[in-house]
């Protein structure tokens, strides 16, 4: 998409994709990445993320055109995706998820970035995040923490709340009978990462508990070294919603951070992690921000 225009973002941050600027190669590697995924995740993946790609239709070959996607996720719970030309200050984007609008680069990677790149791409963005929009209860979700971002504006603990997007939206398990299964879209969208997360014995997977969550760092550049596991969609929602996150705040500003493998003794342990991949690595950084 190198010659898309360069024109300027709205207040919003929002610009047109511009689909028809796309070139072949830029497709083809849009198929090359959701073949490899399609073939992996069955048995993985939350059952709702297969089937909002089956109502979303994103088996059809070629980069989304968000035009035609639009009218299909908004028939379904209402969302739509916008363009942005890349990440978009705080406020903005907690605005866009409380009004059911979810911001997606329109670039895809390059060859060279097929398993690692640190911008997400629109394949991250869409094929990982989208599908769970189709879903009335994640979707509601996803709303539901749009609106308490801009709470954490005005309280600021944006740092807090962001744990919470990342060890669910991006990074989340999700317990099925005795089994684990993925829906976070940092997992979904990643080869590797999809088998990490469910198959090696180096993270810890443990169960959701949203002080505890946001007490936590986390790691951007590189796997995880925890994981934390919902009961369900229906369960994370009412929890989110339930909960006066104001107190909270107050509650964890006195408090110190955890590191991210640490195992506390009034957890629900799943997998107790050998931490063996996270020490063969050189330093991690930490982050606290989407």
């Given at each position: 998409m190198g010659e898309i225009s360069l024109d300027m973002?709205?207040?919003?941050?929002?610009?047109p994709q511009e689909w028809h600027l796309y070139r072949a190669d830029e497709h083809a590697m849009w198929d090359r990445l959701f073949e490899r995924q399609a073939r992996l995740l069955p048995g993985r993946v939350a059952p709702a993320f297969l089937e909002g790609l089956d109502i979303l239709r994103l088996s059809k070959p070629g980069i989304p055109d968000f035009a035609e996607l639009n009218a299909r996720l908004m028939d379904a719970t209402g969302w739509q995706v916008v363009a942005v030309p890349g990440l978009v200050p705080d406020a903005v984007f907690f605005d866009h998820l409380a009004n059911?609008?979810?911001v997606a680069g329109r670039f895809i990677r390059r060859p060279d970035q097929i398993d690692y790149l640190e911008e997400p791409d629109i394949f991250h963005d869409v094929f990982g995040h989208v599908p769970l929009l189709a879903n009335p209860v994640f979707a509601d979700y996803m709303a539901a923490y749009g609106r308490g971002g801009q709470r954490a504006v005005k309280l600021g603990a944006i740092e807090r709340l962001a744990r919470l997007y990342w060890y669910t939206v991006e990074f989340g398990l999700l317990r099925s009978g005795d089994s684990l299964q993925i829906y976070g879209a940092g997992i979904v969208s990643s080869f590797s990462e999809s088998v990490f997360a469910l198959d090696d014995p180096s993270p810890n997977r443990i169960g959701f508990d949203l002080k505890r969550l946001m007490q936590t760092r986390y790691r951007i550049d590189d796997f995880q070294q925890t994981y934390f596991v919902i009961d369900s969609f229906e369960d994370l929602l009412a929890q989110t919603i339930g909960t006066d996150f104001a107190p909270l705040y107050q509650e964890l500003a006195g408090s110190t951070d955890l590191d991210v493998a640490t195992i506390l003794p009034g957890d629900t342990v799943f997998h107790l992690g050998t931490q063996a991949y996270a020490?063969?690595?050189?330093?991690?950084?930490?982050?606290?921000?989407e």
């Open positions: 973002h709205k207040g919003d941050w929002t610009v059911r609008r979810f020490r063969s690595r050189p330093t991690h950084s930490s982050g606290s921000s």
